[in-house]
């Protein structure tokens, strides 16, 4: 992954009154254009077509691959245009060039119709990825005229392919894997009539930093002139993991001075940042509600045996802050497990299942039933069988012997504990 840099500006120049550039500046999609037609209809041009791809590129990120996508969203834009262009006699005629790249991963998908261009300068070398589609470039590939007469040539505009012109189009797509320290430069004639190939490695190579070279192109075309509306955009790729995710769509062809300005500008920035944040945000939300969602589960599917009110009791929840409801209270009590058994069940003990938690409860029972004893009923019996009785619940009797008035000898009279309360084995029981 590289981390993008980059900068674009438009400007009307110091010969026209309007600006028919335009520009697009996001995190993953790049484009000039430059628009044609009178009444100010190469305004429209230009815009509507790189509104148009910025939108289909949002629409169909990481569903089309980028290859198929440029050529797609170029088509579509040209589509657009085309449509408007025939629907009043105002836009008759009228189209515009598009240089587009997008980057998707480690590639640059570079689509183009027109004379508008892309540079790509690496280890110091300025190469031209487009082909013109334009007369002179048609007469310097036939040999007729050298690429310096081509740049002053009086037909130097006329340009054979632009978008909007036909229903249909195919646009030129090339893509270039991009290294670490890679430059592209997208320019539109305003800049590549007036200032050549030599300056513009330079420049490029000069300042690394995309604003300072964009803002040095633009200067150089109005030094030589200006007699063309002038439009740079300038991607840099350095080596890093940030991804810089794509942003909204946006055409800078204004009117007024927008040199300088960084094309996109703080707004398309903050867009951005708001962007991230709601991207984070979501999620964040979406965690939050896993969590909760995977912690209901467990709540729902953890039991454990722990102690409420003396009594053995089985639990559903988590064992820990307060987190846990009773779902069976027993008539086990604890006070009759042995030592190191009652210290973990007041411990709690967690268990994989409720199915697993009743066994454990199952087994506590059996427990504390070796562990205690139901005192018999020995009164009205007597002694010699109520000592008998007890010793086989295995009691232990302490018998008191009175002797008076009224109570018949040898015959027990009251016992302490009452009968049919559970003790401890070996725990005495006062016979009178
Ligand atoms: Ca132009």
């Known amino acids: 992954m590289y981390s993008v840099s980059s900068a674009s500006i438009t400007e009307t120049g110091k010969v026209r009154e309007i600006n028919e550039d335009a520009v697009l500046e996001t995190g993953s999609l790049f484009a000039v254009a430059d628009g044609m037609g009178g009444h100010q209809a190469g305004e429209v041009a230009s815009t509507l077509a790189l509104s148009a791809i910025g939108q289909y590129v949002e629409d169909n990120l990481g569903a089309i691959p980028g290859e198929k996508l440029v050529e797609k969203a170029v088509s579509g834009a040209n589509a657009v245009v085309h449509q408007k262009a025939v629907s009043s006699a105002r836009f008759r005629d ?51 005229i050298t690429p310096r007469e081509a740049r002053s040539h009086p037909q130097r505009n006329v340009i054979l392919k632009a978008l909007g012109l036909e229903s249909q189009l195919e646009a030129d797509v090339v893509s270039v894997k991009i290294q670490p320290g890679d430059v592209f430069l997208l320019a539109t004639d305003g800049l590549t009539s007036l200032v050549g190939d030599d300056v513009i490695s330079r420049v490029l190579a000069a300042f690394p930093g995309p604003v300072d070279a964009a803002g040095r192109l633009v200067e150089l075309a109005l030094e030589a002139g200006g007699i063309d509306n002038v439009s740079v955009v300038i991607v840099s790729f350095a080596e890093s993991p940030t991804v810089v995710p794509v942003g909204g ?14 094309g996109g500008g703080p707004r398309a920035s903050r867009g951005k940042a708001a962007r991230i944040w709601l991207i984070l945000l979501v999620v964040l939300l979406v965690l939050a509600l896993a969590g909760f969602g995977v912690g209901l589960y467990f709540f729902n599917h953890t039991y454990f045996v722990g102690v409420k009110g003396g009594k053995v009791t089985l639990f559903k929840g988590f064992p820990f802050w307060d987190m846990a409801m009773v779902e069976t209270q027993t008539d086990i009590e604890i006070r009759f497990l042995p030592d190191s058994l009652r210290t973990r069940v007041e411990e709690n003990l967690v268990t994989e299942s409720r199915r ?43 018998a008191e012997l009175v002797s008076r008035p009224g109570f018949e000898p040898d015959v027990v009279s009251t016992q302490d504990p009452a009968p049919g309360a559970r003790v401890g084995k070996g725990s005495d029981v006062m016979l009178k």
């Open 356 to 398: 697993n938690a009743e066994k454990t409860i199952e087994s506590l029972a059996l427990e504390v039933e070796k562990n205690s004893s139901i005192v018999p009923d020995v009164e009205g019996k007597a002694y010699d069988e109520a000592t008998e009785m007890l010793l086989e619940a295995g009691l232990h009797p302490v």
């Open 249 to 262: 769509a946006t055409g800078g062809s204004n009117g007024g001075d927008n040199r300088g300005d960084k």
């Open 94 to 144: 009228m189209g515009t060039t598009v240089t587009v790249l997008y980057r998707e991963g480690d590639t640059a998908y570079i689509g183009h119709v027109g004379d508008s261009r892309a540079y790509l300068l690496r280890n110091g070398d300025l190469r031209q990825l487009t082909d013109d589609h334009s007369l002179v470039a048609k007469l310097v590939q036939e040999g007729e």
